[in-house]
T-cell receptor
């Protein structure tokens, strides 16, 4: 099964509204990252939050991490039509050899209506 | 410069063809990755190259063969592919292979006829 599972799988909001996406995972992690992907194109890194952090901000983005609940959320404030994209969480686990395995969740497809 | 470049952007090939996908980064990153992404699915890791050491997702069939000519280049050689291999192939790089942000290229859209 997927390590990261986003909720909801699809979200449609009006421009100016806030969008919240959630990610749940099953095993312990070293970090969690959020990526954005426009249709059929490469992924753009948004934020990395480490397992000892609880919240991070970047511009209109706010990410929280609750390791006790094994969940994270991505909040986009004051959404714009250009925010329309798919958003993926990706969990990072480092093995005993120091190598990171990154596993992507199934993604949330966000549509922002002008 | 945080750019990872991939060529070609699109590739159509027959099941008997041999082709290669190319990936290049000039950020001095020491780890490079190949991912496969099917439509409406998340990316799945295929290979990791770090410090000239290859790590393989053991579910990847042998018709996919990675090659790392130098620390800036990562190729993916394709041979005798199947139609179900049609997907977006994404290359990424990171400073190190641990705890690091991965920077993705735009991808190569592969269609196998």
């Amino acid at each position: 099964s997927q390590q990261g599972e986003e909720d909801p799988q699809a979200l449609s909001i009006q421009e100016g509204e806030n969008a919240t996406m959630n990610c749940s995972y099953k095993t312990s992690i070293n970090n969690l990252q959020w990526y954005r992907q426009n249709s059929g194109r490469g992924l753009v890194h948004l934020i990395l939050i480490r397992s000892n952090e609880r919240e991070k901000h970047s511009g209109r983005l706010r990410v929280t991490l609750d390791t006790s609940k094994k969940s994270s959320s991505l909040l986009i404030t004051a959404s714009r039509a250009a925010d329309t994209a798919s958003y993926f969480c990706a969990t990072g686990q480092v093995d005993s050899g120091g190598y990171q395995k990154v596993t992507f969740g199934i993604g949330t497809k966000l549509q922002v209506i002008p | 410069d945080t750019e990872v470049t991939q060529t070609p952007k699109h590739l159509v090939m027959g099941m008997t063809n041999k082709k290669s996908l190319k990936c290049e980064q000039h950020m001095g990153h020491r780890a490079m990755y190949w991912y496969k992404q099917k439509a409406k699915k998340p990316p799945e890791l295929m290979f990791v190259y770090s410090y000239e050491k290859l790590s393989i997702n053991e579910s990847v069939p042998s018709r996919f063969s990675p090659e790392c000519p130098n620390s800036s280049l990562l190729n993916l050689h394709l041979h005798a592919l199947q139609p179900e291999d049609s997907a977006l192939y994404l290359c990424a790089s990171s400073q190190e292979w641990s705890y690091d942000t991965q920077y993705f290229g735009p991808g190569t859209r592969l269609t196998v006829l």
